[in-house]
């Protein structure tokens, strides 16, 4: 039925032109009886899943329609599986599908769905199957499974003003390989070989760990600090920097590991400083 009242057949309504209620329990082509899903294929064609006229009926994507397909869903065509198009200009002799248990026969049809090959899939809800339609090929080569989340890539860790750090303030420059992640620095430490400073063992000392948040694209200076039971070795560090000479300065140096993670995974970094004046 039209917006002015009167018969029709199949319209296609816009906000600008009005829209009321459709035919109920029409049978004819563009016609539903509890229209209970929809989809579209890769050309924008759509389908609808016709649920009490047991067929689906396919349109462009402007509102035309196509074709239906069911069992017996032409006028006077006998019981069996068509694909049905309005072949013959002004004769409508498309009705509702027989309802059934055989191969393209549909007892409510339930949902509709269209794969990336624009294969049609049916719920065919009283008969408790789904049934399939378009390819017949063995073997056909499934849909590409959508790309998760990218890892984010390995971190990378530089020295932050040109590599000249003194023990107490090692600042390091952080930035993922990919999208934004969390950087944690953990098991950061440091060692001053028995050589460099004198004594019967080396001396080791730890960094606070600490989490960053990086965006992706982005760079972070990332300021990391000794823990404070270490406090007497980065000062006994700091003093063979100043007196020691090149054996403290070359020997002198701490690794900072990192892990960047994010929903994509997960990876490490490692940086060796040296520790100078």
């Not at 196509?66 to 694909?83: D, H, R």
């Not at 040109?162 to 060692?191: L, M, N, R, W």
Request: with cysteine; glycine share 14%.
């Amino acid at each position: 039925m039209n917006s002015s009242g009167g018969l029709g057949g199949h319209e296609i309504c816009t906000l600008a032109t009005g829209c009321q209620a459709g035919t109920f329990a029409g049978t004819a082509e563009g016609e539903f009886r509890d229209p209970s899903g929809i989809d579209v294929d890769s050309k924008g064609d759509v389908y609808v899943a016709d649920d009490d006229n047991n067929r689906v009926q396919k349109f462009t994507s402007a509102g035309g329609f196509l074709a239906t397909f069911g069992f017996s869903v032409e006028i006077g065509a006998g019981n069996l599986f068509q694909v049905w198009t309005d072949d013959v200009a002004g004769v409508d002799d498309c009705e509702e599908g027989t309802a059934g248990i055989g191969d393209g026969q549909f007892e409510k049809v339930w949902d509709v769905a269209v794969d990336c090959k624009d294969n049609v899939y049916v719920s065919d809800s009283v008969n408790g199957r789904v049934q399939k339609f378009g390819e017949t090929t063995n073997g056909e080569p499934p849909c590409p499974v959508p790309a998760g989340p990218a890892p984010p890539g390995a971190p990378t860790l530089e020295l932050d003003g040109k590599g000249k750090q003194k023990a107490g303030k090692i600042k390091v420059t952080a930035s993922c390989g990919g999208p934004a992640c969390e950087i944690e620095f953990k098991g950061g430490k440091g060692t001053i070989p028995k050589r460099a400073a004198s004594t019967a063992k080396s001396s080791k000392f730890k960094l606070k760990d600490k989490m960053v948040s990086v965006a992706a694209d982005e760079r972070e200076t990332v300021r990391l600090k000794f823990k404070k039971k270490h406090k007497q070795t980065v000062k006994k560090i700091e003093r063979l920097i100043k007196t020691g000479g090149k054996k403290a300065r070359k020997r002198s140096k701490v690794v900072v590991k990192a892990t960047a993670t994010s929903a994509g995974g997960a990876d490490d970094a490692k940086l060796k400083i040296k520790l100078r004046r």
